[in-house]
Every structure is written in C-alpha cells, then in structure tokens.
Nanobody
Framework: QVQLVESGGGLVQPGGSLRLSCAASGSIFRLAVMGWYRQAPGKERELVASDTRGGSTNYADSVKGRFTISRDNVKNTVYLQMNSLMPEDAAVYYC????????????WGQGTQVTVSS
C-alpha cells in the first residue's frame, strides 16, 4: 500500500508560480506512472500531467509550456512546478499513482487547494 500526501498549494496571484509536492509513504520506483489531476468546482477531474517511469511525460494542452512534472525516486516524491498561473488553474490538485501503465489509478492523495486570484 502506498500513501500519497500533497503539499505546496495556496493562494497566488495571476502570473505567479507554485510548486506542489507529493510525498509517497513507500518507494515510488515501482510505480509505473505518477501524475497530477485537478478538479475545479462544478467541473470534472482532469489529468494535468503524468510521468511514466522511464522518462516519458504527458501534459494537458492547457498547461503545456507552463507546468513541469518531475519525479525524485530517492526522495519518493513527485513535483509539479506551475508557472504563469492563471485564474482557470485554480482547483484542488490531486496526486495519483498507477502500478502499471494503462490499468488506471491505484492510489490517490487527499488533494491540495490552489487558488489563483489578485
């Protein structure tokens, strides 16, 4: 069993930056995919970014060029660097992990709130 704990959310002005962290209770090396979803009020949860063990990353079109996902297998932590934040980026961000590629999410974090407002 793996537990995921997010941190780093908060209030930021438009154009600002935040870095979210997702600390895993166990080794993330065996987790094939780690990623970040977000859910804004009244909207469906959407995939923001994912990192597949081996170096492949994937981003939602809306965040390409602004967000960067990275994985530190030594610290068992996944990060989401968010730059040039816009009000539409405001949401609860959830860390997730899948043991195997293409089999769906096995583990979810509890979420961290990101608010973008002046």
């Amino acid at each position: 069993q793996v537990q995921l704990v997010e941190s780093g959310g908060g209030l930021v002005q438009p154009g600002g930056s935040l870095r979210l962290s997702c600390a895993a209770s166990g080794s993330i090396f065996r987790l094939a995919v780690m990623g970040w979803y977000r859910q804004a009020p009244g909207k469906e949860r959407e995939l923001v970014a994912s990192d597949t063990r081996g170096g492949s990353t994937n981003y939602a079109d809306s965040v390409k060029g602004r967000f960067t996902i990275s994985r530190d297998n030594v610290k068992n932590t996944v990060y989401l660097q968010m730059n040039s934040l816009m009000p539409e980026d405001a949401a609860v961000y959830y860390c997730c992990a899948a043991v195997l590629v293409g089999t769906g999410v096995n583990y979810w974090g509890q979420g961290t709130q990101v608010t973008v407002s002046s």
